[in-house]
Every structure is written in structure tokens, then in C-alpha cells.
């Protein structure tokens, strides 16, 4: 250890309750600035992987096609007598639904990100039984495809999905909706689209955590849905499902390119949301961040305090032969110091803190339901907190340092040192 670390450890206990008081704000400062990281991000994890869970990485939906305007240019004068014709490219039209699923699922399945392909034929019914009736979309898929590219089987929380599978009309139905009209397994629901009529057995009962998801949408095999729709061809969409789901932007431009269809990533469908949690995890670092500001103002009043209260120690030290670097150095140690003992008593407080809230039982509802508290631990959370709490405490230790550096030996022993 140095001797410019021995004396700023010396300043330091000659002050020790501002300084304590500093460290407590950059303790606490860094603790919540973590835990609110985490927090905000579980949540925002917590619904991309539901939505990931539920609706794919990616959607193929929609053929595209080109349109062209033409406009034929009256003859002018001197242009030899021949018209122009103009060929302009407007807008894209898009052709509702996938015409021929299954040639587009082979040409999906070229892609060597693609881990699987599930056709979805959807359309809105009336589902009543002896208590309500309420609409709703009904899904009609292949199971064990649909399964492969979703969290399904795992969002089944009464029935299993043996029980679909063995049951040709069998359905199976998201939570809210079961309760809005009072069904359970076993139950009879009669299902209406287009005036035709069709007798299903609830053979389970989903729960994705979307709400808007939970009360409206029922899964049915591909051939019943087509047979209520009336639409024995086509799909309404393909829900893929990639290696890795965070490339779904490039990986969806890659293949609007060449199947020309409108292909959506989970990341374009959710973009208001997620735009929304960027916003809330910003909001909530600057609010958080005004601890540590705070904390950053009181140190720096103490160590201007100090270098008033020190000056003759510090003409001591000069004229023992430490240069104005070395006086700069001891103010700026205990500046690093204080920021140490802070951050790293901070890391403890957040992780203390951030395992706590997440144990507590708390039902959380809304555009995701979920029974407690969600949290995302992350490095980079304690990596940005700890360069926040640096840039204060730096900051606010730098000008006294500096002015501590200026200090002549001779000014302070005539009493004419600022």
C-alpha cells in the first residue's frame, strides 16, 4: 500500500460521518439502481418469452404482390413523333391468407435457422354452452407441429395433450375463456361460424399469461377448423420457430425476399411493447440514478470541506517533498475508496434485494399475468451501475483534488492560501 493510499485512508477517518453518509448514498444508490434493472428487464423477459412461447419468432402471412402504373406521355414536338411510356413501382399489395401452406412450408424449411413450421388456420366463432355464449378465434392446428414451434404442452394447466390428440374434437381453450363462461374438462361447448354448428369436448385448459390471449383464442385440430370456417384449402398463417430467436428481424427479411410473402418478426409484432419497457427501464435508471447524484454532491461538499480543513497538513506534505500529483492523488484515493466500498456493499445489497422480491408471492395481471415478482439477472445491470456510481463520485471528487493540488507550502504558512 502506498503512502498517498495511507493518507487518504487517514482524511478518510478524520471524517467519518459525512463520509459515511456519502457511502451510504452510493450503497443504496447502486443496490436499487440494480435491483430496478432487474426488475423492469425480468418483466420484459418474462413477455417475450411468452410471446415467443405463443405466437412463434416468426409469421408468414399475406402473398405479396408487386403493382405497376403505366402513363403513356402525349407526343411533343422535336421528340421524333414517338410517345413515352413510363413503368412505375407503387405500393405492395398484399393477398390475404397462404393459398398453398404446404409449398411454402418446404420453401420455409430450406432455411437452416428454421427449427420448425406449424400451419394455422384461424377465423372467429361463437362459443355458448348452457350458461353463456362469447366469442372467440378458433386455432386449427396440427398438435404435434404447433407443439414444436410453441410452449403449449407446457401452458396446459388442466388436461394434457394426450387428450386432444385421442380426441378428434377435442379443443383445447385458454383460461380467462373458461372462466367467462364457466366451462371444465369434459364439458360440451357448441361452436358457431357461418351458420354452421359444431359439437366440441374441452379437452384442456391453457394459460400463456397474455390476457388478451388467455380469454379468447381455442386450439382445434386443422381438419375440424376447416370444416366449421368452411375453408377446406389454405392457411390464414405459418408460425415458424427459429434456433435463435433474437436474429427473427434479419432471418424475416431473408425470407420475404424469397417466398414473397409478408413475413413478421416476434420483434415488428411487439414492437409498441417492447418500445414501452425501454422506455420504463430508462425512466427508471434516471430516477434511480438521482440517489447516487445526490451522494455525489455530499462527497464533493465534504471533500471541499476537507481541503479547507487540511491545508496546513497538506503544506506539511509538500514540503516533505510530495509534488501536486501526489496531493491530487490522495484526494482522488479516497474519492476511489468510498466508490469501492460502495459498489461492492452495493452488489451485495442489490443481490440481497433482487432474490427477495422474487420469492415473494404477488399476482401480478395485465397484458401478462405471472404469481410473482419476475426478475432477470444480468451483469451488464451491475456493469452500468458501477460506471454510474464512477462518473459521480469522480466527477465530484476531481475539483478539490485539483484545488488541493494548488496549494502553495509557502501561501498557507503566510495565511494567504484560497
Do not use: C
Not at 495511507?6 to 463520509?19: E, G, S
Not at 426488475?39 to 419468432?57: D, H, M, R, W, Y
Not at 391453457?206 to 366449421?228: K, M, N, P, Q, W
Not at 397484458?367 to 410473482?372: A, C, E, G, P, V
Request: hydrophobic residues 45%.
Amino acid at each position: 500500500m502506498t503512502s498517498n493510499i495511507l493518507v487518504a485512508l487517514r482524511f478518510l477517518t478524520a471524517n467519518k460521518r459525512p463520509m459515511a453518509m456519502s457511502l451510504a448514498g452510493i450503497v443504496f444508490g447502486v443496490g436499487f439502481f440494480i435491483f430496478s434493472q432487474a426488475q423492469t428487464s425480468g418483466f420484459e423477459q418474462f413477455f417475450i418469452k411468452t410471446v415467443l412461447g405463443t405466437n412463434g419468432a416468426i409469421r408468414v402471412q399475406d402473398r405479396i404482390r408487386a403493382t405497376f402504373s403505366t402513363m403513356e406521355m402525349e407526343e411533343e414536338k422535336g421528340n421524333g413523333g414517338q410517345g413515352w411510356v413510363i413503368e412505375n413501382k407503387e405500393n405492395l399489395k398484399y393477398i390475404e391468407g397462404i393459398e398453398h401452406p404446404l409449398e411454402v412450408i418446404a420453401a420455409i424449411k430450406q432455411f437452416d435457422s428454421v427449427t420448425g413450421v406449424s400451419e394455422v388456420l384461424a377465423g372467429t366463432v361463437i362459443v355458448s354452452n348452457n350458461f353463456r355464449s362469447r366469442s372467440g378465434t378458433i386455432y386449427g392446428v396440427d398438435i404435434d407441429r404447433h407443439a414444436a414451434v410453441s410452449d403449449l404442452e407446457n401452458q396446459i394447466i388442466f388436461g394434457d395433450m394426450e387428450s386432444i390428440r385421442t380426441k378428434s374434437n377435442g379443443i383445447l381453450i385458454g383460461s380467462a375463456f373458461a372462466r367467462w363462461i364457466q366451462a371444465k374438462i369434459g364439458d360440451f361447448l357448441l361452436v358457431t361460424a357461418k351458420d354452421v354448428n359444431r359439437r366440441f369436448t374441452v379437452a384442456g385448459i391453457f394459460e400463456t399469461g397474455v390476457s388478451d390471449i388467455d380469454r379468447e383464442r381455442i386450439y382445434a385440430h386443422l381438419s375440424e377448423a376447416r370444416s366449421v370456417l368452411q375453408r377446406p384449402h389454405g392457411a390464414s398463417f405459418l408460425q415458424v420457430n427459429l434456433k435463435n430467436p433474437l436474429r427473427a428481424r434479419e432471418e424475416a427479411e431473408h425470407m420475404m425476399n424469397t417466398i414473397y410473402y409478408h413475413v413478421a418478426s416476434w420483434q415488428e409484432r411487439e414492437r409498441s411493447w417492447l418500445d414501452a419497457f425501454m422506455v420504463l427501464r430508462v425512466s427508471t435508471a434516471l430516477t434511480v440514478s438521482t440517489i447516487i447524484l445526490l451522494s455525489g454532491l455530499g462527497m464533493f461538499n465534504t471533500l471541499a470541506m476537507l481541503v479547507m480543513e487540511k491545508t496546513r497538513e497538506i503544506a506539511i506534505l509538500r514540503s516533505m517533498g510530495y509534488t501536486r500529483k501526489d496531493i491530487s492523488s490522495i484526494f482522488l484515493w479516497q474519492g476511489g475508496l468510498v466508490l469501492l466500498a460502495g459498489t461492492v456493499s452495493g452488489w451485495a445489497l442489490a443481490v440481497f434485494i433482487t432474490f427477495g422480491v422474487s420469492q415473494l408471492p404477488f399476482r401480478v395481471t395485465g397484458i401478462f399475468t405471472t404469481d410473482s415478482f419476475v426478475v432477470h439477472w444480468s451483469i451488464w445491470h451491475y456493469v452500468l451501475a458501477t460506471l454510474t456510481a464512477a462518473v459521480v463520485v469522480m466527477a465530484a471528487s476531481f475539483l478539490p483534488a485539483r484545488r488541493a493540488a494548488r496549494l502553495e507550502p509557502g501561501e498557507v504558512i503566510r495565511g494567504t492560501a484560497s
